[in-house]
Structures are given as C-alpha cells and as structure tokens.
C-alpha cells in the first residue's frame, strides 16, 4: 500500500520497509516471545494490504464552512487532514468522499458542529455511517439524512450527548466462508467486531483447525463478543457455554444463533472473573438462572482477551480444562500467561494474524493441550 500522507498521519507508523518485512519482523517478535513455550516457528497469516479495514473512525477539521477529514499526526500532538485513505475496504471508501461532499454542498445543518464520522462495513457492501455532533439533532437533520441515506446507498446514525437517532438501522450485516460454510453475523454500531474481515476468517478458520483434532466434550469461551469464534466452533460440541460482558454484544449473539439456526450454545452476560466464579461454584449469578453449568464437561476453552491478558482466577480455572485456544491482541501478556499455562499444559500450534499492516500491532494465537 502507498499513501501520500505516509510519515504525516498517524495511523500508519510503519511505512518505511515492504510489508514483507513488516511481516518478517512481527514474526521474528511474536517467535522470541514464544520461544521459551514453543520451539517451532508460528504459523503466519498475512493481510491485503489495501483495502482490509472494515472499522475506521475520522475526526472532522472545519476549515470556514468546509469539513476535512483528520487523523491524529504521527507526532502525536495535533491533527492532520486526509485526502485519501487506502485501508478502508470497498465499501467505506466508495462512500466517505461523496458523504464529505455532500456535506460541504449542502445547508449548515449536516456539516454544523459535526466533530467525528465513524464507518461500518461489511464484505456484502453494507455501510453504516455514524455522525457524531456537539449540537441537538432535530427533524432538519432527520430530513437531510435521509436524503443523504439515498445517495450514498447506506445506513445513517446520528449521536450527540444523550441522544441517539436511528433512520433504519444500527447494525451491517456481514457474511462470511469459514471452512466451506457461510456464516451470517449482525455486527452493531459502537460493539467490537474484528476491524480485518480477511484476516478474521483465517483466525477463525485455525481455531476450526485446532478443534477439528479434539471431536468429544463441550465447549466454554470467554469474551465471546457477538459469537464471532462462537458460531463455527459450536458445530464441533456437544454443548456451548460462552460468556461476555457486553449486553449489546450478548445481544448480537443471540441474533447472529438465529439467524445461522444454531441451537446448542448458551450465552451470558458475565465477565471473565465473573465466570470464573460461577464455574467455580464461589458465587451465584442470576443472569445464570435456568442454566445446569453441572452438566457441562469442557473439553476446550477459548478465551479472547483484551490487553491486560487473563486475570490469575481465569488461568487457574482453565488449567483444569483439556483443551485451550489463546488469541492475543497482546503477544506480551500472552506470554505473561504462559508462563503459568505451560505448567500444565504444552503449546502444539502457534500462529500470526497480521490484522493491522503497517502498524506495530500484531494478533496472535496458540493451541495448547494438557501434559499427561
């Protein structure tokens, strides 16, 4: 990828070698940190390198009556404004310069304290474009959104403090070929979904991999999100429990069972420490009630932390587990964790996702079995 504002906006910092050396980089910083846990080199899942981000969030400049978009300067101490932007897939970027258009040749009442423009897409070419304001929406707005809806062929959100206007919908719907099945997923504005669509179904696909060699038991997943992993894992157990802290996520995962008609997984809404508790039997949860977590025998646990890593209760409870699938944002604290993982259990695969080229920002996993 190239981009004119390489070495001026911040987004991008690494910019000066190929992506092949990024990548030949990140592998060589994700193999040093494993290598206490894993003496073999992990597997490595490279990006497009255009056109791969399917999340994107812009800061709105007014110049006069004119908006820009701006990013926040490599420096990190002010902002720069963009004329172009080749991460963002397809279907956010046939839109973004004609939304900014019709801005600037419409009223005031669109581009009026109008401070930031966050876009959702998906594969099928489903957009969703959130316009954040400091002012009151009021049926003016309504009228010209609309109308903006119909020129750009996608969906429009409005928010200001304590207000959220919806003109159709708040979700984009994606679809994705995991291992030869297509799998639907409702994805909600401001609900974390995986920013890299190609890369997310090559870290879905390992996970499939891995689980495809396990074949018995039941399945337990933490930070489950909108049951991204969730889905196509769930057709390899006899029974699914998976857990995340997020009520619209928990929600988004219950739509997304629906509408790919799979009926053996039980989502709810609890944190990992808090899962940790339930499973242990150390507390009760209402949010649990009806469900016999007896019944359960888990053969595999995947967890999908955020930075920070797994909290010292989470280890200890899936040290007792078979099977466990680690996917890290993080490769520090994912071998923070491993160091008291592999004391009971062996690394047997390791893999790279590159979501995010041309940055520092690496994704990556580990499969690990328990030692006999």
Same mark, same amino acid.
């Given at each position: ?85 080749? /991460? @963002? !897939?397809?279907?956010? $970027?046939?839109?973004?310069? %004609? =939304? #900014? ?62 207000? /959220? @206007? !919806?003109?159709?919908? $708040?979700?984009?719907?994606? %679809? =994705? #070929? ?75 995962? #219950? ?118």
């Amino acid at each position: 990828m190239t981009c004119k504002h390489f070495g001026v906006c911040g987004s991008c910092g690494l910019f000066e070698s190929t992506y092949e050396v990024q990548l030949a980089q990140k592998k060589e910083k994700v193999s040093q940190l494993l290598m206490p846990f894993y003496d073999a080199e992990p597997e490595v899942f490279d990006s497009p390198t255009h056109h791969y981000r399917a999340r994107a969030e812009f800061r709105i400049w007014h110049d006069g009556e004119q908006c820009h978009y701006a990013m926040g300067n490599i420096q990190k101490n002010g902002a720069v404004c963009i004329e172009e932007c080749p /991460k @963002v !897939i397809i279907p956010i $970027e046939k839109r973004m310069w %004609k =939304l #900014l258009e019709c801005i600037n040749s419409s009223s005031q009442t669109l581009g009026h304290k109008l401070f930031a423009v966050e876009f959702l897409a998906s594969t099928t070419d489903e957009c969703l474009i959130t316009m954040l304001y400091h002012k009151k929406l009021d049926e003016a707005w309504n009228r010209e959104a609309k109308v903006l809806e119909q020129k750009l062929g996608c969906k429009i959100m409005g928010r200001s403090r304590n207000q /959220k @206007v !919806i003109l159709r919908d $708040e979700y984009v719907i994606e %679809k =994705l #070929l995991i291992d030869g099945k297509t799998f639907v997923y409702k994805q909600y504005e401001s609900s974390f979904t995986q920013p890299n669509p190609m890369v997310n179904v090559k870290m879905i696909e390992w996970a499939v991999k891995q689980v495809k060699t396990i074949g018995h038991g039941d399945f337990l997943e933490s930070y489950c999100g909108l049951g991204n992993f969730t889905l196509p894992l769930s057709h390899y157990f006899d029974k699914v429990l998976a857990t995340e802290i997020s009520k619209r996520s928990i929600q988004a995962a #219950l739509e997304n069972c629906a509408l790919n008609d799979v009926n053996n997984i039980t989502f709810a809404r609890l944190s990992s420490e808090e899962m940790t508790q339930a499973l242990s039997g150390i507390r009760a949860f209402s949010r649990l009630r009806g469900v016999d977590l007896a019944s359960y025998h888990f053969s595999t646990v995947l967890v999908d932390p955020p930075r920070a890593g797994l909290d010292v209760e989470t280890i200890a409870l899936i040290s007792d587990i078979e099977h466990i699938i680690y996917i890290s944002c993080n490769p520090h604290t994912l071998a923070r964790d491993l160091e008291t993982l592999t004391q009971t259990h062996r690394v047997v695969e390791s893999a790279l996702f590159d979501q995010f080229p041309h940055t520092e920002h690496v994704e990556s996993g580990v499969f690990l079995c328990k030692k006999v």
